[in-house]
């Protein structure tokens, strides 16, 4: 289990660049991001096949991400830069003027690891089809993974993907979905409930797995499951419970951290909560 | 003036879909959608020869922008087609994050563009589409004039890298630029050369700017005329170099005056080289059913709106 091990220390050194990054500006979205933190590390550090020297933006015979629920950057930077996408130091220069480390992700200031704006929300899994469906006319036989926050499902393209990735066999996609059970106003069930969410994404004819994202071994065991079933003409989600703020006590079972800053009283509070395992930036 | 011919009417969008199958023949990176149009766009041939590089979206527009987004991760080029309303003003934020901002290769492929898609209606006629497109931060706008210019501009636009927004029609109009020309992303075309006043037009006004001059060539005034087939980036050179010569100027477009062609020559203008001007284009309305040449008269995008405006500029000359 040392690899498990590994990263779980790694996952708890992203965590603490999260809650530091957000911060320094006073600004960003620590919640979701420490909710998904387990599942990208795992992604980047274990599963995924990549090459983060000389990015490529085509991607070509590498597996490739994308981040639909944008706003969870702070997350996603800290475990580019980790992976070794760009410089460690970068991260400090989050959410300020002249960064490439933008609010949410774009690709215009080339920053390595990213290959399309994210930020207005349920665009991403069409761009996920579109790049799948890309790879299979390139014969390229690697895959492509997209992550999507629950609340946006709540976009209608969301749906308009469901069908099209269902209808052309985009089999080579391993979506999944932050089911934290929080958005920016609440409880999504108080919201725009999305009902029975499993069943829904069964009829649209996608292959529904299930996780506790904040669980490191299950999301390898299940991501690694996801990967044995492509191929088989259907596209897959993984519904993936998570706690929001996982891993800072005051910022969980609460929808209040989505988009608020820690003080400095709070940053010490769960800098103390997360161990310091890599070094910080 | 010199004098205009043509063989037979075409419609432009037989143009795009000739010229989209010439680059399936040519490139296999060339990749299609359509959102439920693949006959309105005519796209069939494309469709019949290379299914596997068609993508048929339904009626789901964002997610045929999106796709064609994605598509552009691995080196292919997607050409998406559907009427210009639901290419523009209903996907204006999946073209505008994950095409625009995100600088990708995709071509949006807008037929049945303006008042000349006729007894639709308002619902299908957008007239604001130019003014969408070039709001957006380097996105290419081109509206060629007739059926050769388009299957050319089709065709140019794929050895362009980034994002383009190709608008044309449903109509026949006179086709009567040569079918072997070379269609150059940015540059205006000097029809005809004239010394009173110039005439920049751009889609199917080409034509009734030629009307016009013909006409006013009657009346003595000597027209310059224009296309401008690629409103953005605009030929600033070309225009600013028939305007220094002519010192009067007249837009006409089917789009509306807010954000259209004649937006863009008053603001090089006025910058530049202040001139009097008059724009032939929708006045701030919604369109209605109606025969094509009926509503160009009665929205005021006629031949006789350019006379007359060439005329009522040149009194300000």
Same mark, same amino acid.
């Given at each position: 289990m040392s690899d498990i091990q590994n990263l779980k220390q790694i996952a708890s050194q992203v965590r603490r660049d999260i809650v530091r990054m957000v911060h320094a500006q006073n600004s960003g979205h620590p919640g979701g991001s420490l909710g998904c933190t387990d599942f990208i590390t795992a992604l980047y550090f274990e599963i995924m096949d990549h090459n983060p020297i000389n990015f490529d933006m085509d991607g070509k015979n590498q597996d490739i991400f994308f981040l639909s629920n944008g706003h969870l950057s702070a997350l996603w930077y800290s475990v580019l830069a980790r992976t070794g996408y760009f410089k460690l130091e970068e991260l400090s220069t989050f959410r300020t003027l002249n960064s490439r480390l933008q609010g949410h992700p774009t690709t215009k200031e080339g920053l390595p690891g990213i290959r399309i704006a994210s930020g207005s929300l349920g665009q991403g899994l069409s761009v996920a089809c579109g790049a799948a469906i890309t790879k299979k006319l390139n014969n390229d036989p690697k895959l492509v993974f997209s992550l999507h926050g629950d609340g946006e499902l709540q976009e209608g393209q969301i749906w308009e993907a469901a069908m099209f990735a269902a209808q052309h066999k985009i089999d080579n996609l391993i979506a999944t979905v932050d089911y934290n059970g929080k958005q920016i106003d609440g409880p999504v069930d108080e919201i725009i409930s999305l009902g029975n969410l499993r069943a829904k994404w069964e009829s649209f004819g996608w292959h529904v797995l299930e996780m506790n994202g904040n669980d490191i071994v299950e999301v390898v065991k299940i991501v690694n499951q996801a990967k044995t079933l492509t191929g088989n003409g259907k596209p897959i989600i993984i519904l993936m419970k998570t706690e929001m703020g996982m891993g800072v006590d005051f910022m969980m079972g609460t929808h209040k951290w989505h988009g608020v800053a820690p003080n400095d009283a709070q940053l010490e509070t769960a800098l103390n909560q997360l161990k310091e395992s890599l070094g910080d930036y | 003036m010199k004098k205009f011919d043509y063989k037979d009417k075409k419609d432009t969008r037989s143009g795009f879909g000739a010229g989209l199958y010439e680059l399936g023949k040519k490139n296999k990176n060339i990749v299609a959608l359509c959102a439920d149009l693949i006959g309105s766009l005519k796209m069939n041939q494309f469709v019949d020869e290379f299914p596997e590089r068609f993508l048929q979206c339904g009626i789901a527009e964002a997610n045929m922008i999106g796709t064609a987004a994605g598509l552009t991760i691995g080196g292919k080029i997607p050409f998406a087609g559907t009427f210009a309303n639901f290419a523009t003003g209903r996907v204006y934020d999946q073209i505008r994050q994950s095409v625009a901002y995100s600088g990708k290769n995709v071509k949006i492929c807008a037929s049945h #563009? @303006? %008042? !000349?898609? @006729? =007894?639709? @209606? #308002? !619902?299908?006629? /957008?007239? =604001?589409d130019i003014g969408l497109m070039k709001m957006l931060p380097g996105m290419v706008v081109i509206n060629p004039c007739d059926y050769n210019q388009t299957k050319a501009a089709t065709i140019a636009i794929a050895d362009y890298v980034g994002p383009v927004y190709l608008r044309f029609g449903r109509p026949k109009v006179p086709n009567f630029t040569p079918e072997d020309q070379k269609f150059e992303i940015g540059k205006a075309i000097l029809l005809n050369e004239g010394s009173d006043v110039t005439i920049f037009a751009t889609g199917h006004l080409v034509w009734k700017a030629i009307e016009a001059a013909e006409i006013l060539e009657q009346k003595g005034i000597s027209c310059e005329i224009i296309n401008i087939? !690629? /409103?953005?980036? %605009?030929?600033a050179e070309a225009v600013l170099s028939s305007v220094s010569k002519t010192k009067a100027v007249v837009t006409a477009e089917e789009h509306m005056m807010n954000g259209g062609l004649g937006d863009s020559i008053a603001q090089l203008l006025s910058r530049k080289l202040p001139t009097p001007i008059e724009m032939v284009a929708v006045d701030d309305k919604f369109g209605e059913s109606g025969k094509p040449e009926e509503l160009l008269t009665k929205y005021g995008i006629d031949t006789d709106n350019i006379v007359s405006a060439v005329e009522s500029v040149l009194q300000r000359k």
């Open positions: - | #563009a @303006g %008042l !000349t898609l @006729g =007894e639709d @209606g #308002a !619902t299908h006629q /957008i007239m =604001e087939h !690629t /409103i953005k980036p %605009l030929d």
